[in-house]
């Protein structure tokens, strides 16, 4: 049991780790190019983002981690003794709160929103979606990173407990 544990923290931790990889690169570049062109040729290449994203690689990684996250809060909960549960419990909270939570209530609306609405109120509404969906990615992008740190300050202290009290 405790060598599957392990697999699955460092998968988490993988996982984590890429998908704040990717929304890192939202934050950093991606939006700020789509808010420096025409405001219909951004409407359209978000909208199109947004269909295009859904991929089984990406999905695998986005839903698949935060089911490894919901296992290792329970697993983290119930071995709560063992060496690094309480930093695998916050991991996974991290992850499951600020990323896939903050993305089905906000992001994922907001993207909705702007794909629904008619092409006159999608560019009224642009400027507003641009400043809150970044926002919110920001939010996103740290609690990705800060998961991953967690989850690899978790699989240091539970499998090399001298590395994690250096």
């Given at each position: 049991m405790e060598r599957a544990l392990l697999v699955v923290t460092f998968?988490?931790?993988?996982?984590?780790a890429?998908?704040?990889g990717m929304f890192y690169a939202f934050s950093s570049?991606?939006?700020r190019a789509l808010?420096?062109?025409a405001p219909e040729q951004?409407?359209?290449a978000m909208n199109s983002i947004n269909v295009a994203v859904i991929t089984p690689s990406f999905m695998a990684v986005f839903a698949g981690t935060a089911l490894l996250c919901?296992?290792?809060a329970a697993t983290?909960?119930?071995s709560w003794q063992q060496p690094g549960s309480g930093l695998a419990l916050a991991a996974s909270l991290l992850y499951l709160v600020g990323n896939f939570g903050l993305t089905m209530r906000l992001n994922q609306p907001m993207n909705l929103r702007l794909a629904a609405l008619h092409p006159a109120a999608a560019l009224a509404y642009w400027p507003q979606?641009?400043?809150a969906w970044t926002m919110w990615n920001h939010v996103r992008t740290a609690a990705a990173v800060l998961a991953a740190t967690l989850f690899i300050a978790a699989l240091m202290r539970a499998w090399l407990p001298g590395a994690a009290q250096q």
């Open positions: 998968a988490a931790a993988i996982g984590t890429i998908v704040g570049f991606v939006m808010g420096r062109i951004g409407v359209a919901l296992g290792l983290s909960v119930l979606y641009l400043q």
